[in-house]
């Protein structure tokens, strides 16, 4: 089945901040926004909800935490312990000083990573990925909204996204939703 | 424009007055001699404590005399006396500081707004223009309680003592930094170059408002800000070698001007959330929203870790390398203040760790709060932690004189701050950015 969606670029991202807020006030569907940078604030006025990396990041901490813990414990506690300047290892607690370094290093490689590849894997990105956005010009210096037109009124529509300060708009027929 | 309200004046003036008096008794319970000193310890003994014996080599903090000195009789008496003598000089130099730095600290930030030319904060620049009007009395007193002390009128600072100076080679090797009137010269101009930069800028901030014809107050606000916080930052360093470090002026530490100003610095930002959420609830600033408290519990969150993380840059290495003379600084806080010194841990990272790390709970009023509170009762005790062991050593407890100096100085800060605001509108209303920062919305 075809969908009918318009393409409303923009140049300026302020001016997409106001015109994203005024066609959500009019109560029509924004498909997706592509913009060549993060713009503050865009997700809460598209009204995605809140996204949940910042959990993920935490629980992918707690295990850094955790493996950087077990590691020392068993490397440098269990396994082969050293009398290192004086202090003899045969405690982790009384070393733990010693291992703080390697428990922060860890914690922040594994919630930094881990919520990268998190992030690749939500968004759907992967090597190789053919790119999904529909026009060039939104890696460069252009904001493109993308609205369902789905029963409402083309026209509408369209002279409304003028009115909100597009500098191009275009209505396509969309075969079969690629994403 | 904000009034002081009768019962908030008649609370800071209760406070001031319960605190006076509270240190009067604390200076006037000081032990007299040796003899009392016998008489409460045998008391205290008797509650049952093993007080008396880990007490007994405890010295070396205040020269070396006493270590040549007999250890026999009356020896470790004579030292408890001293420490108990110098306590409530002690808790009134600790809280002195403590509502000192966040003045201080508040100064710095509002610099730094200034020279970075931030779009978010100047909603905010009037309760921080309040905070910094405590420099004026809270600077008075500190330099008058430095001033005694440096010439040896209490025996905070072991270094102001010729009698130690004379038997302890290595303060005679620092006497050309440490001496009485360099301590006092250099107090003066600190304070002064500080008390200088919060006059012209509040100044040029209230003339801004007047006249905001081409921005020439506010240019003048931004050049004198961006010199203040060259000089500060070289003053904050020295005044912490000054004031605070050389109560141990054997032991040393590179990055201590730094800690300390991690600490002023959490502690003013602190305060400026705890007073502007404190107008908010009572109908004034209207135009601060909730991004703004946000950001204000971002600082205090990320200042938080900077903090743990200079904490921990002096610790580990002092551990690590354990040379005597600089592990002895963490022996006594580790033997002797097991409790405050990793309660402030607790208080001071992990808590607002837990606390502000969910982006939600930043705009949550009375979360704030909490971790306000508990993050300025942990630098109190940071502060307590960096001056006790070398005054009071092992004889310490919060007792009447630590709790009534903070009372007092409590009431001097609430009063003092909250005249301040009634002086100008609470909105800044030629800056600038002022538009940005009313819509700042994140």
Redesign the interface.
Known sequence: MASKVIHALYTDDDVLMDAVKRVRAEHYHIEEVFCPFPV??LDKAMGIPHTRL?ITS?MYGCVGLTVAILMMNYIMIEDWPQNI???PSFSYIENM??F??IMFELTVFFAAHLMVITFYMRSRLWPFKKAENPDVRTTDDHFLMEVDAGNHDVNKLTSLLGDTGAVEIKVIDKEEDNH | MYTLSNRLRLFSVILMVVGFVGLIIGFAQRPGSIEEVKERMAAHDAHGGGHGEAAVQAEGHHGGEHADDAHGGDAHYEHVLHQLQNKPWAALYVAAFFFFMIALGVLAFYAIQFASQAGWSPVLFRVMEAITAYLVPGGIILFVILALSGFHVNHLFVWADPEVVAHDELIQGKTSWLNSWGFIIRAAIFLGGWLLYRHFAVKYSRKQDEDAEGNKWYKKSFKISAGFLVFFIYTESMMSWDWIMSFDPHWFSTLFGWYVFASLFVSGITTIALITIYLKSKGYMEFVNNSHIHDLAKFMFGISIFWTYLWFSQFMLIWYSNIPEEVTYFITRIEDYRLPFFGMLVMNFIFPLLVLMNSDFKRVNWFVVMAGIVILCGHYIDVYNMVMPATVGESWFIGISEISAVLLFLGLFLFVVFRALTKAPLLAKGNPYLEESKHFHY
Do not use: L, N, S
Request: hydrophobic share 35%.
């Open positions: 503050h604030g910042a935490f300047g004086g202090k000083p010693a703080v370094p």
